[in-house]
């Protein structure tokens, strides 16, 4: 088995984007890359809470609250679908995926 079949086979979980919310309170969307599953983290850095939804824009009080540091996985099969709302401006979600 050549070395780019075994590579190929192998279904990698790696940092690949984050989102910076310049702005406090607007909606932002994650850049576009295939994917089977991500994992979100809002940054330790965050001074307060994000709001992440997958499908749809984020609105406060009906998606995912993210403390600082905290995570979740979704199931989705874009980045571009991951969209997050931040409470406080400068503030930062990174964006796990693998390869699908």
Same mark, same amino acid.
């Given at each position: ?10 279904? /990698? +979980? !790696?940092?690949?984007?984050? $989102? =910076?919310?310049? %702005?406090? @309170? ?8 295939? *994917?089977? #599953? /991500?994992? /979100?983290? *809002?940054?330790?850095?965050? %001074?307060? &809470? ?7 824009? *984020? ?6 609250? =993210? =403390?600082?540091?905290? +995570?979740? +996985?979704?199931?989705?099969?874009? %980045?571009?679908? $991951? @969209? $997050? &709302?931040?409470?406080? *401006?400068?503030? !930062? &979600?990174? $964006?796990?995926?693998? #390869?699908?």
């Amino acid at each position: 088995m050549s070395r780019r079949k075994r590579y190929r086979e192998q279904r /990698v +979980t !790696r940092p690949s984007i984050f $989102v =910076l919310g310049e %702005t406090a @309170n607007y909606s932002y969307r994650a850049a576009q890359h295939p *994917a089977r #599953n /991500v994992i /979100v983290k *809002a940054s330790p850095k965050n %001074t307060d &809470l994000c709001w992440v939804e997958s499908g749809r824009a *984020a609105v406060e009080d009906e998606c995912w609250p =993210l =403390l600082p540091g905290e +995570t979740v +996985t979704m199931p989705v099969y874009n %980045t571009g679908d $991951v @969209n $997050v &709302l931040f409470k406080a *401006a400068n503030s !930062r &979600l990174f $964006v796990f995926f693998d #390869n699908p």
